[in-house]
Structures are given as structure tokens and as C-alpha cells.
């Protein structure tokens, strides 16, 4: 089987201020990169719109019907935070990053493809139930958990977060989960503050693994390998989906670790290795962070090349 590629034209049309790091460039690298002749093996689709119904079961209601009321219409900007603002192609973008997300849980559950990665804009991770922020509006990864539950009766479900800043929205949302295991490796102290190891829900199914600014691949796998995979193996989930941002990277500017391309190809083996023994090789990856162009594609077409030799 292939590995699957969601995308879509209308994660250009979110427009952010000028200079913001979190811009429509990042998407037209990654489709640059993964045009190459390597990548031609690529099973492609287009991102759909995600249907309210399934951005219900992570955020209220209430909270979507804000949102949506917020967005602009035809013309300007709604600012939502400090650095979190709305476009008149924002509200498509984001209902087009959680219909991704669906999808890719869809196709890989019905065995139509080994795996699936989504490289939608804007990211999730620090979408809260009731709260966007952080350049997050709905948390893509917490959506398709809750799919994977509700649609596809699927029990446990672990969400692996790499990117750079913790996902407080991720822990937020599945808190007091028995039935997602939410682990992360981030810098810390970093935006947004939280991620403590001693952070652990209600259930203990949160697993925070802080690294030091300056911090690189050795210790990004000393975490993976000491707490992170053994967390897993005990857990036995049914589905692995990652939080796959790639601003811990040695170039990125909103970070202070140094990873590099082949730390996060070596993330994702082990991820996959754990899907083999537990999850019948179910794995969906959604795109997180990311803003130092080349590092953003070099990241992710290893990432993609790992899912792609798995």
C-alpha cells in the first residue's frame, strides 16, 4: 500500500500580517519539495471540508459557531489574539485542515493506504475545547481522535507531539481521557508555558517530556526512548496520530533545540514500529509547526520518506 498526501490550494488564501512566521509560503515549500521524482510514488488527494459534526466532538458547538461568526467575510482581518488573526480565507483553510484530518483517519482505517500525512495550514496543537490561540483555531489531531472513536469504533488512540512548543490545546481537550494518551517532546521554558512532566491528567494518560533550550537529537531520543515509547507499549494503542511540527529544527526561528531532518525521519521509524506491534501499522500524521522554509521541507520530505519506506 501508499502512503497518502492531503493538500489543498485554499491553505494559500489564509492570510497573515506581514512578517508573521506563520504564512502561506510554508505550504507552497512543502509542495515544491515533494513534487520531486522521489515523491512521485505519492498517493495525492485533495483536502475536503471537514463537517461540523466531527470539529463538534473536540470543541463546542458554541465555540465553532463563534469562530465562524468572527471570520471575515469578504475583506479585512479579525484578530483573534496577539498573533492568532482571521482572513476572508481562513474559515475554509481551517475546515479543510480538520476534513483532512477525517480522511486521512478514514483511508488509513480502511486499509486503502498504509498511512497518511496532511500538510494543512493554519496548525492545531494549541487550540483549546473553547480557545484559539497560538496561530490555532480547531486542533486538527484531537479532531481526528474523536473521528477515529466515533465513526470507526476505535478504542485507544495516542497522539505523539514533536513539535517545538507543547500542545496545550492537545492536553487540554483530552485531559480527563482514559482513551488518548496525548505524549509530547517540546522546549521548555518556551510559549505557551505549560507541558511540566508533572502535567499528567486526570487519567495519566498525559506524557510531557521538556527539553532544554539548546537541546538537540540526543536528547530529543533519550526522551523518546525512556519514557515516550515505553508509554506507548504499554498503552497498546489502537491508532497513532502525530503532531508532526518541525520548528524544533536547528533553524527555525521561534525555537531553541537543534534537531535536525533525521531526527525527526528517526521519531517517525520508531512511531511506526510502535503502530506494527500495536495498531495493525495505523498511523495519520497532521502538519504542526514549522517557519524556517528550508528546514520546514528538508523536515518534512523526511518525514514523508520514512512514511513512505515503512
Not at 500538510?119 to 483549546?128: K, L, T, Y
Not at 504499554?234 to 524544533?248: H, K, N, Q, R
Not at 512511531?271 to 500495536?278: E, F, N, Q, T
Request: charged share 20%; aromatic share 6%; proline share 5%.
Amino acid at each position: 500500500m501508499s502512503t497518502l498526501f492531503l493538500h489543498h490550494s485554499s491553505y494559500l488564501d489564509h492570510l497573515t500580517p506581514v512578517g508573521h512566521p506563520e504564512r502561506p509560503d510554508r505550504i507552497r515549500a512543502i509542495d515544491r519539495i515533494l513534487e520531486h521524482e522521489k515523491f512521485q510514488s505519492l498517493e495525492r488527494d485533495l483536502a475536503p471540508v471537514g463537517a461540523l459534526e466531527d470539529i463538534a466532538r473536540a470543541h463546542p458547538m458554541s465555540y465553532v459557531d463563534q469562530l465562524h461568526r468572527l471570520a471575515p467575510k469578504e475583506e479585512g482581518t479579525a484578530r483573534v489574539d496577539a498573533d492568532t488573526t482571521m482572513s476572508p480565507g481562513t474559515w475554509e483553510a481551517v475546515l479543510r485542515g480538520t476534513g483532512a484530518a477525517c480522511l486521512a483517519v478514514d483511508e488509513v482505517l480502511a486499509k486503502k493506504v498504509s498511512n497518511a500525512f496532511s500538510a494543512s495550514r493554519p496548525p492545531g496543537h494549541h487550540a483549546e475545547k473553547d480557545r484559539a490561540m497560538g496561530f490555532c483555531f480547531f486542533n486538527n489531531a484531537a479532531v481526528a481522535a474523536r473521528h477515529a472513536q466515533a465513526v470507526h469504533g476505535v478504542g485507544r488512540v495516542a497522539i505523539v507531539d514533536f513539535d517545538v512548543h507543547h500542545g496545550n490545546g492537545t492536553q487540554d481537550i483530552f485531559w480527563n481521557d482514559p482513551d488518548v494518551m496525548y505524549c509530547s517532546t517540546h522546549q521548555m521554558p518556551l510559549y505557551p508555558g505549560s507541558g511540566a512532566a508533572s502535567e499528567c491528567g486526570d487519567a495519566n494518560t498525559i506524557v510531557n517530556v521538556p527539553l532544554a533550550p539548546g537541546e538537540g537529537g540526543a536528547a530529543f531520543k533519550e526522551a523518546f526512548e525512556a519514557v515516550i515509547l515505553p508509554r506507548l507499549e504499554g498503552y497498546t494503542p489502537e491508532l497513532i496520530i502525530i503532531s508532526a511540527g518541525f520548528d524544533a529544527h536547528t533553524r527555525d526561528p521561534l525555537g531553541g533545540l537543534n534537531l535536525v531532518e533525521a531526527d525527526f525521519a528517526w521519531a517517525t521509524r520508531a512511531l511506526m514500529d510502535v503502530a506494527d506491534r500495536h495498531s495493525e501499522g495505523r498511523v495519520v500524521s497532521v502538519l504542526e509547526g514549522g517557519y524556517d522554509l528550508e528546514g520546514l521541507a528538508r523536515s518534512v520530505a523526511a518525514h514523508v520518506m520514512t512514511l513512505m519506506t515503512g
